[in-house]
């Protein structure tokens, strides 16, 4: 199978997550998809994609035996088939899951986050199904190196290919933050930095009226 670009592994993701989560609302709509992807919670990244970028991400999965549309409404509905298109327990389906919406995790986060799509017992059951994920042809998860200042280890799934490295990771994980935001912030900064600078001036011709050193 070939590697899933980030938008169809989002897809994937939320389809498999609904199903635990909203079965009142499964197989899903083109419109709930687009918004359970660009969900603000439980997302990393938080992104906004367009109806069109969804519906092309759902034909890509489509081709893949990845997903299908539901049968018996009106409105042309969703419904994932990860499970038998790659051959995986729904214990595993839901670990990947979690990592294709919230990005890498530790076995701890892992298990706290992937509740409500299934139960683990405890985080040495998360890891054993993490290590078959891993030990697969080609592999779907990889264990990443432990950052500095981490207790932990991270996992990554590999459905979108290798994970970045550390730093671009960090850019590319860090929520809710535009351009437009990231430009405004740099702007507001100078402007901080200007008025201190005309503080400073300010105090040391005070100091200097007054003989103060």
């Given at each position: ?18 199903q ?21 919670t ?22 893949l ?30 670990l ?8 890498a ?5 892992l ?9 683990f017992?405890?985080?040495?059951s998360?890891e054993?199904?993490?290590d ?6 080609p ?12 207790r932990?280890?991270?996992w ?10 550390a ?9 809710g933050?535009?351009?437009g ?11 901080l930095a200007?008025?201190?600078?005309e ?7 005070l100091?200097?009226?007054l003989?103060?050193?």
């Amino acid at each position: 199978m070939r590697l899933l670009s980030p938008l169809e592994a989002r897809v994937l993701g939320v389809l498999i997550e609904k199903q635990s989560t909203g079965p009142d609302t499964y197989p899903m709509s083109l419109n709930a998809l687009v918004g359970g992807c660009n969900q603000k919670t439980a997302r990393s990244p938080v992104i906004e994609a367009s109806e069109a970028d969804v519906l092309g991400a759902i034909d890509g999965l489509k081709a893949l035996s990845l997903v299908f549309e539901g049968s018996g409404s009106r409105v042309v509905k969703f419904e994932h088939n990860a499970g038998r298109a790659l051959k995986l327990p729904s214990q595993a389906v839901a670990l990947l899951a979690v990592l294709m919406l919230r990005g890498a995790q530790t076995s701890a986060e892992l298990r706290l986050n992937s509740e409500r799509l299934h139960r683990f017992a405890d985080i040495s059951s998360v890891e054993g199904f993490l290590d078959e994920l891993a030990a697969r042809e080609p592999p779907l998860v990889q264990k990443l190196a432990r950052a500095a200042g981490e207790r932990e280890a991270r996992w990554a799934q590999l459905l979108c290919g290798p994970p970045a490295p550390a730093a671009a990771r960090a850019a590319f994980d860090e929520p809710g933050v535009s351009s437009g935001e990231l430009s405004a912030l740099r702007a507001e900064q100078t402007r901080l930095a200007a008025e201190l600078a005309e503080l400073k001036a300010l105090v040391q011709r005070l100091a200097r009226e007054l003989g103060v050193d």
